[in-house]
C-alpha cells in the first residue's frame, strides 16, 4: 500500500481541510473501518505538522488546552473533523471482541470490553452502572458483565436466577482470557491475524441473520489450527501443511514445552465437508464454539506463564 504524503509545511487554515480528505481517502484505500480512522490519522497529522514533539493519543485531548498547531492540538482536531464529517459511525465501543452465552430461550452475543489499568469485573442484575459513552479510559474500571450483553433488557435480567449468573461469571472468565490470547498474538504475522478472522467470522455465522452452523464449526476449528500453526511458526518450528489438530497440539507440548489439551484439539477439528453439505446442528455449533473458547484459554494460561 502507498503510503501517506503530507503536503506542504506549515499547516494552515486554508489547506486543513484538503490535508484530512487526502488523509480520509489514504485510509479508506487501506481499508480501515470509519471507526478505526481518528486515531491513524491524528497521529500521522501530528507526525507531519505538530510544532511540538509530545503527542497525547489516549485518551484523545481538547483543542482549547493545548497550543494551536501543536501535536496535541493537531491530534483533538482530526477527532474533532471526523465526528463532524461521519458522527455516530466513528463511535465504537472497544472491545477484544464478543462471544456467545446460551441462556433460556435465548443465544446472547457477548462483549468483552477492551480496558486500561484495571477493571473491577462484576455481575449485577441492575444494568447501567458502568461508564457511559464510546471510550473507556483508564481504570480502575467497574464492569457489569450484564451491561456487556448485546440487547439485554432489564426484566430479562431480573429473571436470571442465583445458578444463571454463577454460569455467566464462569462463561465471561473464559471469553476474556480466549479473546485476550487472540488479541494477543495478532501482532502482524499473518496466521494469528487469519486466526482471528476465522474467530470473528464463526461468532457471526452463529448469531447473524442467515445462520450457517457448518461455517461456523469449520471456522472454529481453522481458528484453532491457525493459532496453533502460528505459535509454532514463531519458534521456526517446521510443521504438517495438513490439519490434524491433535498433532499441532502434540508438537506444540514437545517442541515448547507446553501442556496444549490434544484431545480438546482432536475434538475441535472439522471435516472441511462441513461448509456445504453436512448438516451441522445448531447445539453441536454451539458446543464447538464453547470448545474453542477453552482451548484458547488454556493457552493463554500456557504462556502467560
Not at 500453526?229 to 517446521?238: C, D, Q, T, V
Request: glycine fraction near 4%.
Amino acid at each position: 500500500m502507498k503510503p501517506w504524503i503530507p503536503g506542504p509545511q506549515p499547516i494552515d487554515e486554508p489547506s486543513y481541510e484538503a490535508i484530512m480528505l487526502s488523509l480520509d481517502r489514504h485510509l479508506e484505500d487501506q481499508d480501515f473501518h470509519i471507526h478505526q480512522r481518528p486515531l491513524h490519522a491524528a497521529s500521522l497529522l501530528a507526525k507531519a505538522y505538530g510544532t511540538t514533539e509530545r503527542m497525547q493519543m489516549i485518551p484523545a485531548p481538547r483543542m482549547e488546552d493545548h497550543p494551536k498547531y501543536s501535536a496535541e492540538y493537531l491530534v483533538a482536531r482530526a477527532h474533532v473533523w471526523y465526528a463532524d464529517r461521519y458522527g455516530d459511525a466513528v463511535k465504537m465501543l472497544p472491545e477484544f471482541g464478543f462471544f456467545l452465552l446460551p441462556l433460556s430461550s435465548r443465544i446472547w452475543k457477548v462483549r468483552i470490553p477492551f480496558f486500561y489499568g484495571t477493571a473491577s469485573v462484576f455481575i449485577d442484575r441492575r444494568l447501567g452502572q458502568g461508564p457511559k459513552g464510546n471510550v473507556i479510559l483508564r481504570g480502575p474500571i467497574p464492569i457489569n458483565i450484564l451491561d456487556c450483553f448485546d440487547g439485554m433488557t432489564q426484566p430479562y435480567a431480573n429473571s436470571l436466577t442465583d445458578h444463571e449468573l454463577r454460569f455467566i461469571q464462569e462463561e465471561f472468565a473464559v471469553a476474556f482470557d480466549a479473546l485476550n490470547l487472540i488479541k494477543q498474538l495478532d501482532n502482524g504475522d499473518p496466521l494469528h491475524r487469519q486466526a482471528r478472522v476465522d474467530y470473528n467470522h464463526s461468532v457471526e455465522a452463529l448469531c447473524g441473520i442467515e445462520r450457517a452452523y457448518g461455517k461456523a464449526r469449520r471456522d472454529a476449528a481453522t481458528c484453532a489450527e491457525k493459532t496453533m500453526k502460528g505459535l509454532l511458526a514463531r519458534k521456526n518450528i517446521p510443521f504438517k501443511s495438513n490439519h490434524d489438530l491433535g498433532e499441532l497440539a502434540r508438537l506444540l507440548n514437545s517442541e515448547c514445552e507446553l501442556e496444549i489439551d490434544a484431545a480438546l484439539a482432536n475434538k475441535l477439528f472439522t471435516p472441511a465437508s462441513v461448509s456445504y453439505e453436512q448438516v451441522v446442528s445448531r447445539q453441536e455449533a454451539i458446543e464447538s464454539h464453547r470448545d474453542l473458547l477453552r482451548f484458547l484459554a488454556k493457552i493463554l494460561n500456557q504462556i502467560a506463564q
